[in-house]
């Protein structure tokens, strides 16, 4: 039940309806995202060429989806971190091709003001998917946190992953007494 009032949170379902002036919807339940890299940053070419796992590659994910960040230990700028590029949420994307959506280091320098994801432990941020984003990797720094995705009622369906079905069950008598409508909409393609 605590995770659903997290994910449903009517404050933050209410910010993201206004930012998007429509009902927000949950794409996935709660994530708990793990990254621990066993090298430091790569550089772009090596990047480009998609030799690593993580995403550390200046990309961004979709024009329409906003995530909360919740951070499950310390992060500082000397640790492995989120960097956004700042109002670059503001241009809308769309990938032509396999390798549209990643930006080299240089035009990045040249074109955007970037800033770190970082903060003490149970830090906070808002993320719109579509701004520029990467992983800044710090090798055997971990950087674990909560994610939770929202949708403005497209692609609300997850990816299909073989190993996880990111569905939550109603059996077992889930409640949602004391939600409000706006929650419940928010949670209904998820059960």
């Not at 940053?41 to 329409?64: A, C, V």
């Amino acid at each position: 039940r605590k995770i659903l009032e997290f994910m449903a949170d009517e404050l933050v379902l209410e910010v993201f309806g206004l930012y998007w002036n429509r009902q927000p919807y949950l794409r996935a339940p709660v994530q708990l995202s793990l990254c621990y890299p066993n090298h430091d940053q790569k550089s772009t070419r090596e990047t480009f060429m998609r030799t690593e796992k993580l995403n550390i590659g200046w990309h961004y994910d979709t024009p329409n989806m906003l995530q909360i960040a919740v951070l499950l230990n310390d992060v500082t700028e000397k640790d492995s971190h989120m960097q956004v590029a700042k109002g670059e949420h503001r241009v809308h994307r769309v990938p032509l091709g396999q390798y549209d959506y990643y930006y080299s280091e240089e035009w990045m320098q040249d074109h955007c003001e970037t800033m770190r994801c970082v903060g003490p432990k149970g830090t906070i941020y808002f993320f719109d998917s579509n701004a520029m984003h990467r992983l800044w990797a710090v090798k055997n720094s971990p950087r674990f946190m909560l994610k939770v995705m929202y949708m403005p009622g497209n692609d609300i369906l997850p990816v299909k992953h073989p190993h996880i079905d990111y569905r939550i069950s109603a059996e077992g008598g889930l409640n949602l007494d004391g939600f409000t409508p706006l929650q419940k909409n928010a949670l209904r393609h998820l059960i």
